[in-house]
């Protein structure tokens, strides 16, 4: 069997061409079958192999979480699809449509303002005088509070 009668046959109608393109998996069945594709006899796939299995319940977790997530939106184009009957106007008022929220925009790298006390974005701040600071902690000694645990979750 040649090379490509083999991708042919493994890879189906969804194939890559050359390495810009990319695809990816979308359900945690496609992630078994990569497992059980692997061969554990060769270095790279035997370490691919490795933390694929050491991750796949995340994986799993999170694609049925996207699932769930892109549900709503495809109901709606299903029903956008269907013809709507009513009453015609003789004008017909445009609808604004309203900016999607995506969930994306939301988070924030909590754990860069911790370390770095600024975003990596953002030029640092200028370095303080450390002789204000020197006299700061001997007139006011506040005890520190225990840091919250570092996430990458949204506030």
Same mark, same amino acid.
């Given at each position: 069997?040649?090379?490509?009668?083999?991708?042919?046959?493994?890879?189906?109608?969804?194939?890559?061409?050359?390495?810009?393109?990319?695809?990816?998996?979308?359900?945690?069945?496609?992630?078994?079958?990569?497992?059980?594709?692997?061969?554990?006899?060769?270095?790279?796939?035997?370490?691919?192999?490795?933390?694929?299995?050491?991750?796949?319940?995340?994986?799993?977790?999170?694609?049925?979480?996207?699932?769930?997530?892109?549900?709503? *939106?495809? %109901?709606?184009?299903?029903?956008?699809?269907? $013809?709507?009957?009513?009453? +015609?106007?003789? /004008? @017909?008022?445009?609808?604004?449509?309203?900016?999607?929220?995506?969930?994306?925009?939301?988070?924030?790298?909590?754990?860069?303002?911790?370390?770095?006390?600024?975003?990596?974005?953002?030029?640092?701040?200028?370095?303080?005088?450390?002789?204000? *600071?020197? %006299?700061?902690?001997?007139?006011?000694?506040? $005890?520190?509070?225990?840091? +919250?645990?570092? /996430? @990458?979750?949204?506030?």
């Amino acid at each position: 069997m040649t090379v490509p009668e083999r991708k042919k046959m493994e890879e189906g109608a969804t194939s890559v061409f050359n390495a810009g393109q990319w695809g990816y998996y979308d359900d945690p069945e496609s992630v078994d079958n990569l497992i059980r594709w692997l061969d554990p006899r060769g270095y790279n796939e035997l370490k691919l192999r490795k933390e694929i299995l050491s991750f796949k319940d995340k994986i799993a977790k999170h694609m049925e979480n996207r699932k769930e997530y892109l549900a709503p *939106a495809e %109901k709606e184009e299903e029903e956008s699809k269907e $013809p709507k009957r009513g009453v +015609a106007t003789r /004008t @017909r008022q445009q609808q604004t449509a309203e900016p999607t929220n995506y969930r994306c925009l939301a988070w924030e790298n909590t754990v860069a303002m911790e370390e770095l006390g600024h975003l990596h974005s953002e030029p640092p701040p200028p370095p303080r005088n450390k002789k204000q *600071a020197k %006299k700061r902690q001997a007139v006011d000694p506040t $005890p520190e509070l225990p840091s +919250a645990p570092k /996430t @990458r979750r949204k506030k």
